[in-house]
């Protein structure tokens, strides 16, 4: 997620914006927004949809998945969707919760859990989920129906 760091602050700074204001508008400190900008932190899915909705663009190209910048009307994240779309694509690859824990570096319990809903993962944790599948973050989480990254498959 290297590209994060370029890619908030390319949005911000083509908005003439500073990281206080992007911190208001996400209700948090500018200490912790400049951590999230400068990926020491992960910026939290709730938050990562705010600033995708705030600059217009899709979750996939506000982490750095890829270079096609298409215009979003406002979205969503649809938990529920997230959740079935999770399971769907663990049973489609013929994974068990276990071996795709392993192949993917998470616990076996904590996969279960956001399959389950009884956790939401950090964006981070969504990012390499959809990088293991190849799908767009956008349609993990419910705000597309596509499941090309971007629209295309042009950065994995």
């Keep these: 997620m290297r590209d994060i760091e370029i890619r908030f602050k390319e949005l911000r700074k083509d908005r003439n914006l500073l990281q206080k204001d992007i911190a ?3 209700d948090m400190l500018e200490d912790t927004y400049s951590k999230c ?6 910026i939290s899915l709730e938050n990562c949809n705010k600033l995708a909705n705030f600059y ?5 190209y506000l982490l750095g998945l890829t ?4 215009k979003t009307k406002y979205k969503k994240i649809n ?4 959740q079935k779309r999770l399971l769907t694509l ?7 919760q276990q071996k795709l824990g392993n192949l993917i570096g998470f616990r076996q319990n904590t996969y279960a859990n956001y399959e389950k809903g009884n956790i939401v993962p950090t964006t981070l944790k969504v990012y390499y989920i959809a990088i293991f599948y190849n799908v767009s973050i956008d349609y993990l989480v419910g705000r597309s129906n ?4 971007g629209g ?5």
């Design 146 to 149: 596509n499941k090309n990254i």
């Design 37 to 42: 900008e400068r990926n020491i932190n992960d």
């Design 24 to 26: 208001k508008i996400l």
């Design 152 to 156: 295309l498959y042009d950065k994995i």
């Design 56 to 60: 217009d663009v899709s979750i996939d």
């Design 90 to 96: 663990r049973k489609e690859n013929q994974l068990t």
């Design 67 to 70: 270079d096609t910048n298409i």
């Design 79 to 82: 938990l529920k969707l997230f």
